[in-house]
């Protein structure tokens, strides 16, 4: 089993930053896959970024330039930079994991743009 737990949401003005994290029970080494959900009230979830253990990254095409997904081995986390956030992105962020073919999700952490 594997537990993710995030940590960094809140309320940020428009044209803000965060940045979320995501703390993982077992090596992210060893993990197929991470990345960040969101979804937003009464919208489907949707993929934010992500990381293939392939090396591949990808993005949602319009957080292209102002997401950015990275990897702290030492801290054991896969963390989200969000920059110049807008209300749109207004959501309940999930991190994910998939680990020996077993998907995995933490409990999110809201994310809340508004002046």
């Known amino acids: 089993q594997v537990q993710l737990v995030e940590s960094g949401g809140g309320l940020v003005q428009p044209g803000g930053s965060l940045r979320l994290s995501c703390a993982a029970s077992r090596p992210i080494l060893s993990m197929n896959a991470l990345g960040w959900y969101r979804q937003a009230p009464g919208k489907e979830r949707e993929m934010v970024a992500a990381?293939?253990?392939?090396?591949?990254?990808r993005y949602k095409e319009s957080m292209k330039g102002r997401f950015t997904i990275s990897r702290d081995y030492a801290k054991n986390t896969v963390d989200l930079q969000m920059n110049s956030l807008n209300p749109e992105d207004t959501a309940v962020y999930y991190c994910?994991?998939?680990?020996?073919?077993?998907?995995?999700w933490g409990q999110g952490t809201q994310v809340t743009v508004s002046s």
């Open positions: 990381h293939t253990r392939g090396g591949d990254t």
């Open positions: 994910n994991a998939v680990h020996q073919g077993i998907e995995y």
